[in-house]
T-cell receptor, first 112, second 116 residues
Framework: RKEVEQDPGPFNVPEGATVAFNCTYS??????FFWYRQDCRKEPKLLMS???SGNEDGRFTAQLNRASQYISLLIRDSKLSDSATYLC?????????????FGKGTRLSVIA | EPEVTQTPSHQVTQMGQEVILRCVPI?????FYWYRQILGQKVEFLVS????????KSEIFDDQFSVERPDGSNFTLKIRSTKLEDSAMYFC??????????????FGEGSWLTVV
């Protein structure tokens, strides 16, 4: 089983749509969870951390279900600039500065 | 905003040649990393470096790879004898000590290596 699995995509949505991405992770000892955004041939950039209580940052909402080992990202009111690949990322150890485990990513295309 | 800088942005090399990829981490960061991403694949961890030594490495980081911090600012990844399968984007990253990775880890823009 892959360590971090994501919806394969691509997701093609019109501007203004709401879109949700899912991610599952295999290691139940995983400690920290994140969503990164990656534009074509660019570096990953942190979008948001994911907390057990769920968290929101503007149009973006992330949720974590530790029992199901499931993470989600919801994007409301999609903009053209949201077009990118969204990477689900997990840190399996409690201390910082340990390797991040990346999912393969889900590609989003927002069309006018 | 502070940033990690990498050179070169793109390098083409012949199979069997040595390649050195260079990185300047953010100045007050103490943890340094190399990740790579083969085209169309996921980002994969290669190695982490702290206090002038490797703190962790993945299975990918075999004997043909080495890292060095030759001075106070640069952090390099050397591939001794490149193979076709080494073609990938190599990302350098750095982070602040004690912080939860991901909250404060910063990636450079990457060095695209093509082995022919």
């Amino acid at each position: 089983r892959k360590e971090v699995e994501q919806d394969p995509g691509p997701f093609n949505v019109p501007e203004g749509a709401t879109v949700a991405f899912n991610c599952t992770y295999s290691n139940s000892a995983s400690q920290s969870f994140f969503w990164y955004r990656q534009d074509c041939r660019k570096e990953p950039k942190l979008l948001m951390s994911v907390y057990s209580s769920g968290n929101e940052d503007g149009r973006f909402t992330a949720q974590l279900n530790r029992a199901s080992q499931y993470i989600s990202l919801l994007i409301r009111d999609s903009k053209l600039s949201d077009s990118a690949t969204y990477l689900c990322v997990v840190n399996i150890r409690p201390s910082g500065n340990t390797p991040l485990v990346f999912g393969k990513g889900t590609r989003l295309s927002v069309i006018a | 905003e502070p940033e990690v800088t990498q050179t070169p942005s793109h390098q083409v090399t012949q199979m069997g040649q040595e390649v050195i990829l260079r990185c300047v981490p953010i100045s007050n960061h103490l943890y340094f990393y190399w990740y790579r991403q083969i085209l169309g694949q996921k980002v994969e961890f290669l190695v982490s470096f702290y206090n002038n030594e490797i703190s962790e490495k993945s299975e990918i980081f075999d004997d043909q790879f080495s890292v060095e911090r030759p001075d106070g600012s640069n952090f390099t990844l050397k591939i001794r004898s490149t193979k076709l399968e080494d073609s990938a984007m190599y990302f350098c990253a750095s982070s602040t000590p004690g912080a939860r990775t991901g909250n404060t880890i910063y990636f450079g823009e990457g060095s695209w290596l093509t082995v022919v």
